[in-house]
């Protein structure tokens, strides 16, 4: 079945410090890959996405790159702010089998100023 | 961007009553939406998939008789525990689905967390 494995958290950055979480994930045909952020008491948001294999996805200085010949989809940044701080998730889309979201454990960030 | 809301965000119940937790797609209309279950500093675990006028599928491992799910229109669905025992106080997410083809997108509301005392 599909599963996706992220690095433990939380993780905990000074401001302006290079963010990298791991994302690995097991999948059946090509799946879509996504990473979500949940910031305290709100819902998960799309932070960037990825559809085949070699794309990059960014969003609010965010990038991850879907690599499909090491099963990864990192996130990083290179300069995190005290805004930053959340959980994020990274997520698969199969298109065969079950077609809702899998996810990861999450990793909480915290970013002290 | 599309809005999910959930209703309550926060509820307290004693064992053996039953809760109703409501989601709602405010702007938009969705034909599926998803139900997650997140335990603490653990990741969502899809629960079941309820579909607009059709009975909800229900993922390997989770009681449809338990966990009710009721799509009565395009911008609701709700999801009743019954009979609540303290090991159904989870995290309860939402999700509604966007767009039918293959690039659908998936819009998250902001959780429900329940209590069984």
């Known amino acids: 079945g599909n599963s996706v494995t992220q690095m433990e958290g939380p993780v905990t950055l000074s401001e302006e410090a290079f963010l990298t979480i791991n994302c690995t994930y097991t999948?059946?045909?090509?799946?879509?890959l996504f990473w979500y952020v949940q910031y305290p008491g709100e819902g998960l948001q799309l932070l960037l996405k990825?559809?085949?294999?070699?794309d990059k996805g960014s969003n609010k200085g965010f990038e991850a790159t879907y690599r499909k010949e090491t099963t990864s989809f990192h996130l990083e940044k290179g300069s995190v702010q005290v805004s930053d701080s959340a959980v994020y998730f990274c997520a698969l889309k199969s298109f065969t089998g079950r077609r809702a979201l899998t996810f990861g454990s999450g990793t909480r960030l915290q970013v002290q100023p | 961007g599309a809005v999910v809301s959930q209703h309550p965000s926060w509820v307290i119940c004693k064992s053996g009553t039953s809760v109703k937790i409501e989601c709602r797609s405010l702007d938009f209309q969705a034909t599926t939406m998803f139900w997650y279950r997140q335990f603490p500093k653990q990741s969502l675990m899809l629960m079941a998939t309820s579909n607009e006028g059709s009975k909800a599928t229900y993922e390997q491992g989770v009681e449809k008789d338990k966990f009710l799910i009721n799509h009565a229109s395009l911008t609701l669905s709700t999801l009743t525990v019954t009979s609540a025992h303290p090991e159904d106080s989870s995290f309860y997410i939402c999700?509604?689905?966007?767009?039918?083809?293959?690039?659908?997108?998936?819009?998250f509301g902001p959780g429900t967390r329940l209590t069984v005392t």
């Open positions: 990825a559809t085949k294999a070699d």
């Open positions: 999700s509604a689905r966007v767009g039918l083809a293959e690039g659908y997108e998936q819009y």
């Open positions: 999948a059946t045909g090509y799946p879509s």
